[in-house]
């Protein structure tokens, strides 16, 4: 009998399953075992907290380490004014964490550390990670709007200037792509975290099965394979930071229609 | 057709969504330099707004991988 080919799962990558024996841990009838998501979770943290620690010196002449956690504060920090204008300044801390640990995640479940043996999770590759992420800014969008506005909040879904009788058809327009928001702003990450992973572990597939089945298909298949995924790793590179910015600037977006109406 | 067959032809025909997505893609950041090479004092503003329109063009896009996705696994 012919040995099967290797098969490569490329939703395998995506397995949640329970570490250091912590499978039956329950909280109240919940399962609360320590995943390796929770676990890449802690790290990217403890890797921003050691970043952020290391660049909070405060010295007159910034060293390079301090320049480059300043720069991302103050690229947090200009994004806010320039969206949300001077009440903005009062939400730097939360679109930073968020966008710091965005990005964080999405640079840690690159690592190639696979080559030594521990493989990289990459938790925003999951909906309810992102999920949360964004119920959290919907959350906040919602609690500052109806603390600042009261029930004028409700302006939001109609916008100045509408005629009276357009109001029927804009409001509820208006009222689905509100609420729709949180969903768009979760599944946007997640799909686009998840789609890359895919892509890279299909394009690993090609590499392994190219080269297992020949040399001719080996070099013809395999090596433009392998080129491919050099060049899609610098892609996810760049989507990795993308898709941060693109969630702290609509969170930030979301903030403005809160803090000023429209 | 078998049901199977059909959800796989959805998922494949799904694909063809990820390609106007980038079509969409495309435009905004095309639109974007050819603005901004006429006028580079005003670049620098707007790329907020330009991350805007990239992500509603992508989300589109990614809505495809959804469809294809539910289709697949469900």
């Not at chain 1, 290797?6 to 395998?12: G, L, S, T």
């Not at chain 1, 007159?60 to 200009?78: H, K, N, Y």
Request: glycine residues 12%.
């Amino acid at each position: 009998m012919a040995a099967e080919p290797a098969k490569v799962d490329p939703m395998h990558q995506f397995t949640i399953e329970p570490l250091f024996g912590s499978a039956n841990w329950e909280l109240a009838g919940y399962n609360i075992a320590f995943t390796n998501s929770a676990l890449w979770m802690a790290i990217s943290a403890l890797v921003l907290w050691v970043f952020m620690l290391g660049g909070m010196r405060r010295q007159l002449v910034p060293g390079r380490w301090q320049m480059a956690v300043e720069s991302f504060t103050g690229f947090i920090e200009d994004m806010l004014a320039a969206n949300v204008g001077p009440a903005g300044r009062k939400y730097v801390p939360y679109i930073f964490t968020l966008f710091m640990f965005i990005l964080f995640a999405n640079m840690l479940g690159l690592l190639p550390l696979g080559v030594v043996g521990v493989h990289a999770f990459t938790f925003t590759s999951h909906f309810t990670v992102t999920g949360v992420l964004a119920v959290l800014s919907f959350a906040i969008v919602l609690i500052v709007g109806f603390a600042r506005h009261g029930l004028h909040f409700f302006s939001l879904f109609l916008p100045h200037g509408t005629p009276w009788w357009m109001a029927p058809i804009i409001a509820p327009i208006e009222l689905i792509s509100f609420m729709v928001r949180p969903f768009s702003l979760g599944l946007r990450l997640f799909v686009a975290m998840m789609a890359g992973h895919v892509l890279l572990e299909v394009l690993s597939s090609f590499v392994i099965s190219g080269g297992n089945a020949g040399i001719g298909y080996g070099i013809f298949i395999g090596i433009p394979s392998l080129a491919l995924m050099v060049g899609i790793c610098a892609l996810e590179i760049l989507v990795a930071g993308i898709q941060a910015y693109v969630f702290a600037l609509l969170t930030s977006l979301y903030i403005n229609d809160a803090e000023n109406l429209h | 057709m078998e049901p199977e067959a059909a959800k796989l032809l959805g998922a494949g025909l799904a694909a063809i969504g990820c390609g106007l997505a980038s079509i969409g893609v495309g435009n905004v950041f095309a639109k974007f330099l050819e603005g901004a090479l006429r006028n580079p004092g005003a670049a620098d503003a707007q790329q907020g707004r330009l991350f805007i329109g990239f992500a509603g063009a992508e989300l589109l896009g990614l809505l495809a991988f959804v469809v294809a996705a539910l289709l697949i696994f469900q």
